[in-house]
């Protein structure tokens, strides 16, 4: 779970707004794997991963956008930040998710971190300290489908599909195939029923 | 969760969550240099042990660091323990000087369960709320050996729902028998414990398994069998007539071993016995899992200190 | 001093009458009686009068535990309980083996002056099976001890416990067992059974019990002995003291409150308030020592009430030391789980609690109907006053009871020790 302000989007009828169809988050997907070719000439020694669980979809989504354009897919992982939270404390233990670093490590990479919504910037620092135990990056970078702003550390996105400004109370659903069915991005006002 | 007494402490579901816990662990420690999470930082974890057993004291130590508690070891020789302290007082003590999370070995059945319920009545008193976890108490339970072995088994046998688990030995005695026939029993496992009848306690009827007397009757239809110590003391006992007539009867040897099918799982909680419990080749063969549970013990343990201490107080 | 005019009291739940007291003796039954000058009068308020309760089996503790009890808290215990006598139980430290000893805690007794206090001779010296202990000059000491036990341990070998009955058939006392075989029941924590076998606490099984009442019942016959059986706690052994009494063996035998209430199944808490020896059995058990009771096969209701000063139960339940109070809970207990079902009338409760364990232990003046010429000795019972225990609030000096804040039924109001009040309303008169 990438932010602790949003909500369970699996299964969710709510009475919510359409950020994203299923056709913009394929567009967007496209979009930022053009970047991360460009940004990164090429994508030499790029190594995608995730921060589960939605993350870690975006960052499989991404490496086969990148093999279609590229003619071949960077390698894929996932780590996963509760172990290094700062917020553990403030609620009963949480399940732990996948953490799977590729064979090849990260050692002399450059990672591109993967998640769905950038929101305090808490569970990015948690997932750098995590990633570091794996290894030596020569740079991270970051990329998400979504920023919805409200920042309590100094962190910002490479890559980014959409900016969403919300007020804090405000969820962002990230709906994605793999887990939810479908695709698309809401947006769930204060108040509204789960 | 706020102590771990017993298994059954522990319903399907969360037995599952420790298990899965334990493989994440195990799985963000993989391929590391230095094998250590912060999770843990400050947190202040005693092993207070009243009976000798370097194994298990030793997988919930290194379970504590690296997960960067501060693991404090407590035996009970050299201590006030040995200058008539009671188990009361002692476990006070250690809470009032702020242990987050005490785990307790003990001769005397129900022992955590007193410390447990020791802690959590003065715990105003003691400023501290302190999680308690039993690394075996008497004859009654030792239940993260059951998880770890309910790891390996899961990890070699791809799950523990309808599979058949024959449990060997001397029950009567045996924490680690009655945990496991409880936790694997609650992950939907068929369990068979043989066993002659002077080592099997009266009311075995009731517990959620099947006894049998025949080990070589069973061994073709078991996925895994789970041999148990013999303890020395009970071979002067006249529980039985000699440890020769008990190898006869419930030892594993090779032969008996070859009845077991291909894919079956061998385990011990050790220390074993070899030649008496287990023949020393059946313990080295590629069947024998028995130091995949050894290092399954520190993950598993690790998930238990992660439930207990991770998280919000209850 | 120990005249007393009791009103509207209803003997045996039967009618009200008044009872004019002199000297310790009921001299008058009738109504509208009068009070002499200078007389106290108890106004029963309608309530159920019974003969005082006779102990047959009580821990005192003195000398040697008084950190756990003495003479005086458990006297005090005792007639808050309604009881009128006890057996003080000679498992002290120093062993009450000698005359000497039986006459302290007899004279002790008289000091306090709450209950006749009757202490319990040990069978061989220290409680340790081996010498005879000198019953004979026990017997006619001070303390005219009637009944001698080794209580805590059996006398487990089979020559010296012979040679006990038959010694004391011609003292015309009485020998208590604990059947126990110790052999059976080595490091054993709890009733051998499916609670025990779940907690891992080693088994005392029912057959320990079983076997030595019935040798001691072969014994008893053999020697011409009276045999009295401490704490039955098994169904089976039932079996056997029927068959016992039926071919005329000189055997009666006793239950616990907590044998006719409690069960396993209260171990699973592992707090050692609920450790007892024998063990809490099964709930059949339970049923069938009540079944034994209302039909005589068991004599009576003795409470093995056993104070424990807390540090000897604040432990593990291994370290923890047998044994509840019952002084104060046994009236409560009986009504519960004989009078309320219909078990027992209140001429049966008396005959459990007062007249069948004073004629077992030989006193003349205890246990005795109530009636004109008889000892005023009196419980005074209000059938409908529920209470709620808190072993804080018991007199004894522990507070290990097992019925920690459950309701029970019947309160003692008041206890007549020959004539004089011992207690009202829940408080010792001194």
Redesign the interface.
């Known amino acids: 779970m990438a932010d602790d302000r949003r909500g369970d989007p699996a299964g969710a009828t709510p009475p919510s707004r359409e950020l994203l169809s299923a056709a913009d988050v394929t567009r967007t997907i496209a979009r930022i794997a053009h970047q991360i070719i460009e940004k990164t000439a090429g994508v030499e020694g790029v190594v995608l991963i995730g921060i589960p669980t939605r993350g870690t979809v975006l960052a499989a989504r991404l490496a086969a956008a990148i093999a279609e354009f590229e003619g071949s897919a960077p390698p894929v992982g996932s780590v996963?930040p509760t172990?290094?939270r700062d917020d553990?404390?403030?609620?009963?233990?949480?399940?732990?998710?996948?953490?799977?670093?590729p064979d090849t490590?990260v050692d002399d990479a450059l990672v591109v971190l993967v998640d769905d919504v950038l929101m305090s910037g808490r569970t990015v620092r948690a997932a750098l300290?995590?990633l570091s135990?794996?290894g030596r990056p020569r740079a991270v970078q970051l990329a998400v489908l979504v920023d919805r702003g409200h920042r309590e550390l100094p962190i910002r996105a490479d890559y980014v599909g959409k900016n969403v400004p919300t007020a804090r109370d405000e969820q962002i659903l990230v709906l994605l195939s793999e887990i939810d069915g479908s695709d698309g991005v809401r947006l769930r006002r204060a108040g509204a029923d789960a | 969760m706020k102590h771990l007494l017993s298994v059954s402490d522990l319903d399907a579901a969360a037995a599952t969550g420790v298990l899965d816990t334990a493989d994440r662990l195990k799985q963000a420690l993989l391929g590391r240099e230095v094998r250590k999470l912060p999770t843990l930082r400050g947190r202040t974890v005693i092993t207070m042990f009243y009976e000798d057993s370097t194994r298990t004291r030793v997988s919930f130590e290194i379970a504590g660091k690296w997960m960067s508690a501060d693991t404090v070891n407590v035996s009970a020789k050299g201590s006030s323990v040995s200058k008539g302290e009671s188990l009361r007082d002692t476990s006070l003590t250690l809470s009032a000087m702020g242990a987050d999370c005490v785990i307790v070995r003990h001769p005397a059945s129900g022992a955590a369960h007193r410390l447990a319920g020791w802690v959590d009545r003065d715990h105003a008193t003691t400023g501290t709320h302190t999680s308690v976890v039993n690394a075996g108490d008497g004859t009654h339970e030792h239940p993260t050996q059951a998880l770890l072995d309910a790891a390996t088994l899961r990890d070699r046998l791809g799950g523990i729902a309808g599979r058949r688990i024959g449990i060997v030995g001397d029950v009567l005695h045996s924490r680690v028998a009655r945990s496991n026939v409880l936790l694997l029993a609650t992950l939907g496992a068929d369990v068979v414990l043989v066993a002659p009848p002077t080592l099997l306690p009266t009311g075995v009827e009731e517990w959620p398994c099947r006894v049998a007397a025949e080990l070589d009757a069973e061994l073709p239809a078991l996925d895994a069998v789970m041999m148990l110590r013999v303890q020395a003391e009970r071979m002067h006992g006249s529980f039985f007539p000699s440890a020769r007539e008990y190898a006869i009867g419930y030892g594993l040897s090779a032969d008996r071993a070859a009845l077991l099918p291909d894919h079956a799982v061998v385990l011990h909680p050790g220390p074993m016995v070899r030649g008496m419990e287990i023949a020393p080749s059946v313990a080295d063969s590629p069947s024998a899992a028995i130091l995949a549970q050894v290092s399954n013990g520190v993950h598993v343990r690790m998930a238990v200190l992660y439930h207990l201490l991770a998280g919000a107080p209850e | 001093m120990s005249d007393l005019l009791i009103s509207n009291a209803r003997p045996y739940g039967g009618d009200a009458v008044d009872l004019l007291v002199r000297d310790g003796v009921v001299t008058e039954i009738g109504r509208g009686l009068d009070a002499p000058d200078g007389v106290e009068v108890l106004d029963a308020g309608g309530h159920v009068l019974l003969p005082g309760f006779v102990d047959l089996h009580t821990h005192l503790r003195e000398p040697g535990g008084e950190e756990s009890e003495d003479v005086a808290t458990g006297s005090a215990a005792a007639a808050l309980g309604g009881y009128t006598a006890v057996f003080a139980m000679p498992n002290t430290d120093p062993v009450a083996d000698t005359a000497v000893v039986v006459e302290h805690v007899r004279r002790r007794g008289e000091e306090v002056g709450l209950v006749d206090v009757h202490p319990v001779g040990a069978v061989t010296v220290g409680l340790e099976g081996v010498k005879m202990a000198e019953l004979g000059t026990m017997a006619r000491s001070r303390a005219q001890v009637r009944m001698f036990s080794d209580d805590g341990r059996c006398v487990h070998d089979p020559l010296v416990m012979r040679r006990a009955l038959e010694y004391a058939s011609a003292l015309e006392v009485v020998i208590a067992q604990h059947a126990e075989d110790h052999r059976l029941t080595a490091g054993a924590q709890a009733h051998e059974g499916v609670v025990a076998s779940r907690l891992g606490l080693a088994g005392w099984p029912a057959t320990a019990e079983e076997t030595i009442v019935a040798r001691d019942c072969a014994l008893a016959r053999e020697a011409g002995a009276a045999l009295h059986v401490c704490h039955v706690s098994s169904a089976r052994t039932i079996d056997v003291l029927r068959a016992a009494k039926a071919a005329g063996v000189r055997v009666s035998a006793e239950v616990t409150p907590h044998h006719l209430l409690l069960t396993d199944a209260a171990l699973t808490s592992y707090d050692p308030v609920h450790k007892v020896n024998p063990p809490l059995r099964t709930g059949a058990d339970t049923r069938a020592m009540r079944e034994a009771l209302a039909e005589g096969v068991i004599d009576v209701v003795a409470t093995d009430h056993a104070p424990h000063a807390a540090q000897y139960k604040d432990t593990e339940w291994a370290a923890a030391r047998p044994g509840m109070l019952g002084l104060q809970t046994a009236l409560s207990v009986v009504v519960h789980t004989m009078l309320e079902p219909g078990l027992l009338d209140w001429r049966g409760v008396a005959r459990v609690l007062s007249e069948r364990p004073a004629e077992i232990a030989g006193l003349p003046d205890q246990g005795r109907p109530i009636a004109e010429g008889e000892p005023a000795n009196f419980a005074l019972v209000d059938p409908d006053g529920a209470w709620t225990v808190r072993g804080a609030k018991l007199a004894s000096r522990a507070a290990n009871t097992p019925y920690e804040g459950m309701r029970l039924p019947a309160t003692v109001v008041a206890t007549v020790l020959r004539g004089r009040i011992t207690t009202t309303q829940g408080e010792v008169r001194s």
Do not use: S
């Open positions: 996963d172990l290094y553990l404390r403030r609620r009963p233990a949480r399940a732990l998710e996948d953490t799977a670093v490590g300290d995590a135990e794996h």
